[in-house]
């Protein structure tokens, strides 16, 4: 099994999440042509870890990159987009590519992004090395953002999560998911989640979106996801904990009433867009209790943060909604 990254909870820390402390891992200027790098997903692979990276260019061009570590924390971004080639589709038209998610299901990794096709929708592809990658047709009409497939099939069917929402900045959005047989048709849409009312929880009164791949743990799916208020100020996004049923992933057990982890430190709150922390990836490792979450700051670059599998439950059942 490849060593997650991992550093001990600061010994004057009270918190359930904390930061990596030489955060950020990666800059906004990583490779030569970028205006920024966030929202990126990684996996385990071989002897180390390979990544999906959100890379805008200087002309703020959204597209995304492949990327290698040894250590999950040092990281080599290809300087070129990846280029897809046809899957189970001939349809590879995309106007725009970014938030992308990774996560390795029976023989294949899939990524799955946002995808300018008439607007954003959720676009498919795998890849067996992170070499040649093959896209897939587009899983839902446009709009939708925030696809997240879980790790393994649900009662037969492959699953994913998402948020419909519109083709502007979104202010509103809650979490659904949907099923598919191949991969290809996907339905059987089902809500999983709403934004809350104000008075009950404000950080994530305006919208939510699936985070990370969901992990499987003994109370069922762990589902981080990123909650949004509306202030005068611009929206605000941080992130909460959810506990999904094991076989019905619409029944939300638990839910984080406050945030796990908020835009309060200066890589968090100054950027392209202030107070901003975005999770699309998480590395686990359930023996060790270890759970390392990548994301996304200020839509500006990417940092990490730590904590155990174990305590972010027991935070989520005894502060839940």
Excluded at 20 to 41: H, K, L, V, W
Excluded at 73 to 90: L, S, V
Excluded at 105 to 110: M, S, V
Excluded at 171 to 197: L, N, Q
Aim: negative net charge; charged residues 20%.
């Amino acid at each position: 099994m490849n060593t997650i990254p991992w550093q001990d909870k600061p010994i004057n820390s009270n918190e359930v999440i904390w930061r990596y402390s030489e955060n950020p891992i990666i800059n906004r200027d990583q490779i030569p042509t970028s205006n920024s790098i966030f929202n990126s997903a990684v996996v385990p692979f071989k002897d180390g870890f390979a990544g999906v990276f959100r890379c805008d260019n200087k002309a703020v061009q959204m597209n995304i990159f492949a990327g290698f570590s040894k250590n999950g924390i040092d990281w080599n971004i290809n300087h070129e987009p990846i280029e897809m080639k046809a899957g189970n589709t001939e349809m590879i038209d995309s106007d725009y590519k970014y938030d992308p998610r990774v996560v390795f299901i029976e023989d294949r990794y899939w990524i799955t992004w946002c995808n300018g096709y008439h607007g954003p929708t959720i676009g498919i592809a795998y890849t067996f090395d992170f070499v040649e990658f093959f896209q897939c047709e587009n899983a839902f009409l446009p709009f939708n953002r925030n696809g997240v497939l879980f790790p393994q099939k649900i009662n037969g069917k492959y699953a994913m999560l998402s948020r419909p929402s519109d083709n502007g900045h979104t202010p509103f959005g809650d979490i659904y998911i949907s099923y598919s047989p191949d991969m290809k048709f996907w339905g059987e849409h089902r809500c999983v989640m709403k934004a809350t009312a104000f008075e009950d929880s404000a950080w994530q009164c305006t919208k939510i979106g699936a985070g990370p791949i969901p992990i499987l743990t003994n109370e069922g799916w762990l589902m981080l996801y990123h909650g949004v208020i509306n202030t005068c100020n611009g929206f605000r996004y941080a992130m909460g904990a959810a506990i999904l049923d094991e076989n019905q992933p619409d029944n939300v057990k638990y839910r984080t009433q406050p945030y796990l982890l908020g835009p309060q430190v200066n890589y968090e709150q100054v950027g392209d867009v202030p107070n901003v922390v975005f999770p699309c990836a998480a590395l686990h490792d359930i023996e060790q209790d270890k759970l390392a979450i990548y994301y996304g700051a200020a839509d500006t670059v990417v940092a990490l943060a730590y904590g155990k599998i174990s305590e972010v439950i027991q935070y989520t059942k005894e502060n839940s909604l």
